[in-house]
């Protein structure tokens, strides 16, 4: 029999971060590449649009006009997935099976810029700048409120995920709860860092104990760059496409020189490093199809921001085994028409994926990074 070959054998790849698994079909993608490819599109978005909620000026749906803002935006959506606290305390469960907790919180949006036509691929480095500047005292702001357990930052983008309006905007959910996947995955850290010993030569998370994620990262650049999945890297970030992904190019972006566990962390320099691989990594998505990259985007640090002592200094604790990262998640597969779905298998059994991670960062790694729609003028 043949020696196991990963970029030609059908093989299950675990996701040790979520505890799951993916099966990988990778023999499905001997053949040529069938996919069509769509020619360069003008943007055809105005820099100004009179019945956009989020361009300066406008009234929102809730009646609120929005100031002249010439930087970043922040507001209370007007249709909150969760309310402030307090909220009504749950009856008793009809049974044991049927089990609700209630769950308060805010949502904010935030607008990158007041250019409606810009997207984080477009905007200047110094705009993603104060877009991570704005997301850090966010985050700040809201997990320091009383009753709040954990703080998402994320972006829908494009309509293809939902997002109603293209105008450049992300959002900041503060639950009064750790939601599903963040714990899963904090969980998976704080079992990596109790079981694991650490490997001479790599970061480690808070007190020493071994961090799941400065491993992989520290694995991942050391694979040569030709089999690996590592997309692009700076002096303080790397972007790859992870070992487990699900998505056709998803990509995740973490901190490779130490262990960073919140945005609240990052020096001057790694928060310039940071909003740097954003922006190249949102180049090179827009420039796979020439089209601007629908995704959904995530931050998972630490649930809230440390706490102060007397002398301002960051107090250390359990939840420091975060590990600052961004997942990416696009949907486009083939084309800027053609996406991935959820196919049966994958609704009933588990997910799957042709492409390789390791045949999509070679995708993405000879991609440009001068944006198609500057590179086209
Ligand atoms: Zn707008
Ligand atoms: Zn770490
Ligand atoms: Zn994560």
Redesign the pocket.
Known sequence: MEPFDPTIHPHRRYNPLTNTHILVSPHRTKRPWLGQTEPAEPSNLPQYDPTCFLCPGNTRAGGQVNEMYTSTMVFENDYAAVLPPPGPVTPPAAHPLLTAESIQGGCDVICFHPRHDLSLPTLSLLDVENIVDEWTRVYMRRGTEPGIEYVQIFENKGAMMGCSNPHPHSQVWSLSTVPTLPAKELAS?HKYASTTHVRPGV???PDGHA?????Y?HHELSVPEDEGRVVITNEHFVALVPWWAYWPFEIMV??HK????SLVHLTVDEKHAFADIMSRVTKRYDNIFSCSFAYAMGVHQRPLPPRRDDDGMYVQDADD?A?LHVHFEPPLLRSASVRKFLAGFEVMAEPQRDLTAEQAAKRLRNCSEVHYLLAAE
Do not use: D
């Not at 961090?211 to 491993?215: A, G, M, T, V, W």
């Not at 130490?258 to 566990?261: A, D, G, K, V």
């Open positions: 850290l970061a480690t998370g961090c799941l994620l400065c491993e990262v973490l901190p130490r262990h960073i566990s085994i590990h």
